[in-house]
């Protein structure tokens, strides 16, 4: 005997619109995971004439040295004698979490004030990385065809 059970469902289908809320969703989600784990570049509120340089320049480090033209230190935007960067540079090189730091220098320091800064970064055994600004190859190639 070859006999088949029939089940009748109760359920209709519904042809309706397409539901873009939970697209929506999850596009807002993955903008929000893109902004919170993508890193952002470190403005300073100090004013320093960044040296120019071709090729690209990043901030890697959280820990930024600024020397402005006056020569003033300032380490992450707080004012610092010499002697309180010595010693707040030793506390970073301590951790063992953060090893460098970025000095962002004015283009019209003393090359001495620089020199000490980097050498006591290289006693400490910490990375230097020197924040520069891009120059745009454009205006190069024209200043260069003018003279």
Request: charged share 20%.
């Amino acid at each position: 005997m070859d006999s088949e059970i029939k089940i009748k469902s109760s359920l209709k289908i519904i042809k309706g619109s397409f539901f873009f809320i939970p697209f929506i969703n999850l596009l807002f989600l993955l903008f929000l995971f893109f902004v919170v784990t993508s890193s952002f570049i470190q403005f300073s509120a100090i004013r320093v004439d960044l040296p120019d340089i071709t090729g690209q320049s990043e901030y890697v480090t959280r820990h930024v040295v600024t020397i402005d033209a006056n020569n003033l230190f300032y380490l992450n935007n707080v004012k610092l004698s010499k002697s309180e960067l010595t010693s707040k540079l030793e506390e970073i090189s301590s951790n063992a979490e953060t090893k460098g730091i970025t000095i962002r220098a004015d283009k019209n320091i003393t090359y001495e004030t620089l020199a000490d800064v980097i050498s006591l970064a290289q006693q400490l055994n910490l990375n230097v990385n020197l924040a520069v600004s891009p120059i745009d190859q454009n205006v190069n190639q024209i200043q260069f065809e003018n003279q």
